[in-house]
């Protein structure tokens, strides 16, 4: 890499600031060429020894500085490329800068950007520094007032933060707006919105009696898309007062949907800013996966006013403190939604394929990351996902209402305050009293722990042992991987099924089910009282973030699968046994043998398609193979074409001797009168467009005429949507693309929409390599300043689009390349994230694991690297 490298910043070099910021006044004048940023701040030095102040900035004019009101000279402080550095300073002062920014011309959308025709900001987590030189870091709070000027009839909606508290008609047909927000916060919640937007609204009563008015801002033609994120956001609202016993601490809460946002959405301080595709939606436009997505985020995002914002994070070290948590906190609140059971196989399986495989990678870190180059880079599943995982094992080690207990303690300790994730177990070890020292390991290494499981069963003592041994792959984090506490829940069933009563020395979930504390490198557990051998049903409910290793047979997963209770762990069980069948054909694949489908396999998907169960989105899981991606990752170095080939197989080998069952179960779960998106009904969607897809496959018989009609007469986008994706993944081609211009002719004017059929394109199997996806970056609908249509083609083309993204001649590999080369120049965050799929190259076989080595060294070569791509592409090419 020819630039300068960038340096890594260490958690060990964490020190408090040296200044206080008691409040801020802000005052914004928009204008179409320029923004002029107007700060007065009232500080105060923190320490005895008088100390200079060094303010972060990044591309900003420095219009003048003062203290006191006194203007600085260009002596009297240091002005470098970013920061702003003033020495000499009272102990009490009043600091007022000006700086002049260029929104207009800000791809990166971090700071203050347009969106469309509307001003927008992202401050997280280092993007107020593109706006003013401040101190950006999230332990110095301060109280906000803001004034906005811009001109009325371009943006007649200004917004910030708290409450409005003036308003006024200003000359030149400019008009201000002035906010004030009450509580004291980091400046990554800050936020300004001005745009000519319309809103709806709505009201909530909190459990004490307060008045909150709710609303949800959008571009007029976005106005019939606002219900139901309203409603989630009710629903929200209720469930932390019911569950966690949080009230919302203002009259009013904003949300605002941007096209132009780098990821999903911001928990600014009452005023979420989100991402388009993850707020609007109705029936015509939007699919069931969208609701309960929109469901799930707009959740989050309020969940962080308690958890994130009014107890904050010290420093970017300690971001899973917020979002770990936080995840958790929205995943149960979308399991008491909907199916629990579906919602912890569709987290585990997010987890299982995507977390661990970063965790097997080169950008593999500790959810409390010990140091980075780029914070940005560690908005990662790992401080998402897998610290929602540890913060539910602290949930599966303390029980439902000591862990409530020690939430309880952790935000009446800490309101107010900016601190660490071992505030978070301290608080949760203090309420509860249990000991959390050796959990704590969690926080500290990286990989994914394997359990190895044997089990012996003694007839006549009627004793049945299990002994569990762990083991951790090494990362660079630590020299000596130290054993985790790992809360293991298992049952046993007997030859009918049924759950033994357990008595084994641990904490039991219920009287079926016990966690084990799994502590040592290696040891043993002995159940009493066992009268036939058991089938152990392990892990239940995912009980911790490991991968399990336990030489099951068929016929004991099958017995899993009819009858386990634990509803996650029935699923599991097919998992495992399809997993297993198509990795033994990807060795025939490889080997060139003849392919013969499962018996076993085919058995319980029969079972499964027979009839409607009692849980149809259940029933849909236990419908669905594995994913190319997940199999990808049972392989040391995976053969991802062999695996296709196979998986492809046992798909069609499904489809070839089931269909007209799958017809059956297709035409039970129609579901009549008008689309709701209710839990119920997208179940039976979910049931019955997973048919469709295994019909359309089918060799004797043609069911693209069904399909197709579902396509032509569904008056709603899920079914519409499904009708062309089973085509467009099928060989009717001609249909296909039939279907695919009268899709895009209808829905051309609707973005969102043009994504998702963008996206369904550049993930097909049938797409025409590099060539379709080029023909997809040329299309009108395409722009690469937009993150979401980038995330459409180029994202969907290299992370879901395996079959042709690892293409034998890296052309898949070298493209993406240069797609990164070209974005880093504009965004470096989406740059950045892009380059996960060519990070796994060492997981993958030859010769595909030297092409996609080269594609990272084309990159590297280049000069002027972001710090994003800079650090992804060295630490991959130094593993
Ligand atoms: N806290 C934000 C993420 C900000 C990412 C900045 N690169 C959204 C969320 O997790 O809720
Ligand atoms: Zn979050």
Same mark, same amino acid.
């Given at each position: 890499m020819k630039n300068a490298e960038p340096k890594a910043i260490f958690l060990k070099d964490y020190q408090a600031p040296s200044f206080e910021i008691e409040s801020t006044h802000f005052t914004f004048d928009l204008y179409e060429e320029y923004t002029l940023v107007t700060s007065i701040l009232k500080m105060k030095q923190t320490q005895n020894q008088p100390a200079p102040l060094e303010l972060n900035g990044q591309d900003l004019e420095l219009m003048w500085v003062k203290v006191n009101d006194q203007i600085l000279s260009e002596d009297q402080y240091a002005l470098q490329d970013e920061s702003l550095t003033i020495a000499a300073l009272p102990d009490d002062f009043t600091l007022s800068i000006q700086t002049k920014i260029k929104p207009q011309e800000n791809t990166a959308l971090e700071g203050l950007y347009k969106s469309s025709d509307m001003f927008c900001t992202q401050c997280e987590a280092e993007g107020f520094r593109r706006i003013t030189y401040f101190l950006d870091r999230p332990d110095v709070m301060s109280v906000y007032t803001v004034h906005i000027t /811009?001109?009325?009839? &371009?943006?007649? +909606?200004?917004?910030?933060? =708290?409450?409005?508290v003036a308003t006024q008609d200003e000359s030149d047909g400019r008009h201000s707006a002035t906010w004030?927000?009450?509580?004291?916060?980091?400046?990554?919640?800050? *936020?300004? +919105? *001005?745009g000519d937007l319309q809103h709806i609204e709505d009201t909530f009563t909190t459990m004490s009696g307060v008045d909150v008015t709710l609303r949800i801002y959008v571009e007029p033609q976005n106005i019939d898309k606002c219900d139901y994120a309203m409603g989630a956001l009710k629903r929200s609202m209720k469930w932390d007062e019911e569950v966690y016993g949080r009230e919302y601490d203002l009259n009013i809460f904003n949300i605002v949907a941007v096209d132009a946002f780098n990821m999903g959405a911001m928990e600014n301080k009452s005023l979420n800013i989100f991402n388009s595709s993850c707020v609007l939606a109705n029936p015509k436009t939007a699919t069931d996966a969208t609701f309960q997505r929109i469901e799930a985020i707009v959740a989050h995002e309020y969940f962080h006013n308690w958890s994130g914002n009014r107890v904050t994070c010290r420093d970017w070290f300690q971001l899973s403190l917020k979002e770990g948590f936080t995840v958790f906190r929205d995943s149960e609140f979308s399991a008491d939604m909907g199916s629990r059971t579906v919602k912890r196989i569709e987290d585990v399986s997010l987890l299982r394929t995507a977390?661990? /495989?970063?965790? &097997? =990678?080169?950008?593999a870190h500790p959810i409390l990351p010990a140091s980075f180059i780029e914070i940005s880079n560690f908005y990662t599943l790992t401080i998402y996902e897998k610290g929602a995982e540890v913060v539910r094992m602290i949930h599966n080690i303390l029980g439902e209402s000591l862990f409530r207990k020690g939430s309880d303690l952790y935000f009446e300790r800490h309101d107010g305050q900016a601190v660490t994730t071992e505030h978070f177990v301290k608080a949760m070890e203090d309420a509860s009293g249990k000991d959390l020292s050796q959990f704590r390991h969690w926080y500290h290494q990286a990989g994914t722990p394997e359990l190895w499981v044997s089990d012996s069963y003694n007839e006549s003592a009627q004793t049945y042992a299990l002994t569990i041994k762990q083991t951790c792959r090494d990362t660079s984090e630590t020299d000596i991987k130290k054993p985790y506490h790992i809360p293991f829940a298992i049952g046993l069933l007997d030859s009918a099924g049924k759950d033994l009563t357990l008595s084994c020395n641990s904490s039991a979930f219920n009287d079926a089910t016990q966690v084990i504390n799994v502590t040592q490198h290696e040891e043993t557990f002995e159940f009493e009282g066992v009268k036939t051998a058991p089938v152990p049903s392990m892990l239940r409910g995912f009980s911790a973030p490991v991968k399990l290793n336990y030489d099951y047979q068929p016929e004991q997963l099958m017995h899993l699968m009819a009858h386990d209770s634990d509803g996650f762990n029935q699923w599991d069980a097919g998992q495992t046994l399809a997993t297993s069948v198509i990795l033994s054909l990807s060795q025939d694949v490889l080997a060139g043998t003849d392919l013969k489908m499962d018996e076993n396999l085919l058995a319980v998907y029969a079972k499964w398609v027979a009839e409607l169960s009692d849980d149809l989105a259940k029933q849909a899981q236990m419908l669905s193979l594995p994913s190319l991606a997940y199999l990808i990752e049972q392989q040391p170095q995976a053969q991802v074409h062999a695996l296709y080939t196979a998986r492809t197989f046992v798909k069609q080998a499904i489809s070839d001797k089931l269909h007209n069952e799958f017809n059956e179960i297709y035409v039970a779960c129609q579901v009549s009168g008008p689309y709701e998106p209710t839990h119920d009904a997208m179940a039976k969607r979910t049931l019955k467009n997973l048919c469709l897809q295994y019909m359309i496959q089918a060799q004797s018989k043609d069911y693209s005429a069904i399909a197709q009609t579902q396509f032509e007469m569904a008056d709603n986008m899920t079914d519409q949507y499904t009708g062309l994706s089973a085509l467009v993944n099928s060989n009717h081609q001609e249909k296909a693309q039939k279907a695919l211009a009268s899709f895009y002719e209808q829905w051309k004017e609707d973005v969102l929409v043009?994504?998702?059929w963008l996206s369904?394109? /550049? &993930?097909? #199997?049938?797409? #025409? =390599?590099?060539a379709g996806a080029n023909a997809l970056l040329s299309h009108p609908a395409f722009d690469i300043k937009n993150p979401n249509k980038v995330r459409a083609v180029i994202g969907a083309f290299a992370g879901q689009n395996l079959r042709h993204y690892h293409a034998q001649d890296g052309l898949g590999y070298n493209w993406l390349a240069d797609r990164i080369i070209e974005l880093d120049a504009l965004n470096p965050q989406i740059a950045s994230r892009l380059l996960g799929p060519l990070t796994k190259w060492k997981r993958i076989a030859q010769p595909n694991s030297s092409k996609m080595k080269q594609a990272l060294e084309k990159i590297a070569s280049r000069g002027n690297l972001s710090k994003d791509v800079y650090e992804v592409v060295s630490k991959s090419l130094a593993d």
């Open positions: /811009a001109d009325k009839s &371009a943006y007649p +909606v200004l917004l910030s933060n =708290g409450n409005l004030h927000d009450p509580h004291k916060k980091p400046c990554y919640l800050f *936020a300004l +919105v *001005a977390q661990f /495989a970063e965790d &097997a =990678g080169p950008m043009t994504n998702m369904l394109q /550049a &993930a097909s #199997d049938y797409i #025409d =390599g590099v």
